[in-house]
């Protein structure tokens, strides 16, 4: 079988890791086993094609190569995944334009991406956002493909990852219009488990950790329910919930993020030991960018503004 090719500009990016692991263009060119020459032409194009070609390496008075700023922001994002590295991306990391790349779970990007490109615009940083499930946000912070992740828990230790959690979110009944609940439960404004005795119910799928402690309440108070749908997100709950009408489920208390459709019933879930959900932020360990950092120092006023609020 004949050798891959790469690509041209991952030939450059090559020569470069090369020449800053080994120190030298020798080193490089040894590591290779190419000529000298050849590791030299290769980082004077990869130079010429991110802009204006503005060195990545320098000799230090040892003669020792070592790395400029914009080719310390390089270096940084060459953990990631080849086919994550085209010629763009390259740019964007040797780049001296403050960027963010984001990473959000789906029913929190409805939530918070707006305030969060907001802040961003007003400060002139480039966001590249993308979505996903929580081990697939992992993944991409362990490759270096992002520098931070909103994200609901729960979610185990990361190698390589730090975290902070915004705020705790408790448990809430919410009810669609029509919810014979509203007719029983008078002044009070908590519900109890066995209040949902023989309820309609939307449920979340059964691999969503929400789903099984639904099930768990329900079975440690001999409780049963007429499950009517499941759900994935929060984002579908709305609309299921209007649609049946009487239907009830147990989620999450988003108003902390984003207010509750007017149309829907909501009482506190009263539990002897309550639960809580947590919105995390997740970064690389050790990459606290200065972006990363006004994001969420942005994110964490809002959401102590809502609490006071609700309170």
């Avoid at 579908?236 to 919930?241: A, G, T």
């Avoid at 990363?292 to 994110?299: E, I, N, P, Y």
Wanted: proline share 7%; hydrophobic share 40%.
């Amino acid at each position: 079988m004949p050798p891959r090719k790469l690509p041209r500009h991952l030939n450059w990016l090559e020569a470069f890791i090369a020449a800053v692991e080994a120190g030298s263009l020798e080193g490089a060119a040894e590591h290779l086993g190419v000529a000298r020459s050849v590791v030299s032409e290769h980082i004077r194009a990869l130079e010429a094609a991110l802009g204006d070609g503005e060195p990545l390496l320098e000799r230090s008075p040892g003669r020792r190569l070592h790395l400029t700023p914009r080719g310390q922001r390089l270096y940084a994002g060459t953990q990631t995944p080849l086919h994550q590295l085209d010629l763009k991306r390259l740019r964007d990391l040797a780049s001296s334009e403050p960027s963010l790349r984001l990473g959000l779970n789906h029913t929190l990007s409805i939530m918070l991406l707006a305030d969060i490109a907001r802040d961003a615009a007003q400060a002139g940083i480039k966001l590249e956002i993308g979505f996903g499930g929580p081990f697939e946000l992992v993944r991409e912070l362990q490759t270096g493909q992002r520098d931070l992740v909103i994200d609901f828990t729960p979610l185990p230790p990361h190698r390589g990852i730090e975290s902070e959690s915004l705020v705790s979110l408790p448990f809430v009944v919410l009810a669609g219009p029509n919810t014979p609940l509203a007719e029983h439960t008078g002044p009070r404004k908590a519900l109890q488990v066995k209040d949902l005795e023989g309820q309609s119910f939307v449920d979340w799928l059964r691999d969503d950790p929400y789903g099984g402690a639904n099930s768990a309440r329900f079975a440690a108070h001999n409780v049963t329910v007429r499950e009517v749908a499941r759900v994935e997100s929060f984002l579908h709950l709305f609309d299921v919930l209007r649609a049946f009408g009487q239907a009830c489920a147990v989620a999450p208390d988003l108003r902390l993020l984003s207010a509750f459709p007017p149309d829907l019933h909501v009482w506190p879930l009263q539990e002897e030991q309550p639960q809580f959900i947590e919105v995390v932020a997740l970064w690389p360990a050790g990459s606290l960018t200065t972006e990363t950092r006004h994001v969420l120092q942005g994110l964490r006023r809002r959401l102590g503004q809502r609490r006071r609020k609700i309170d």
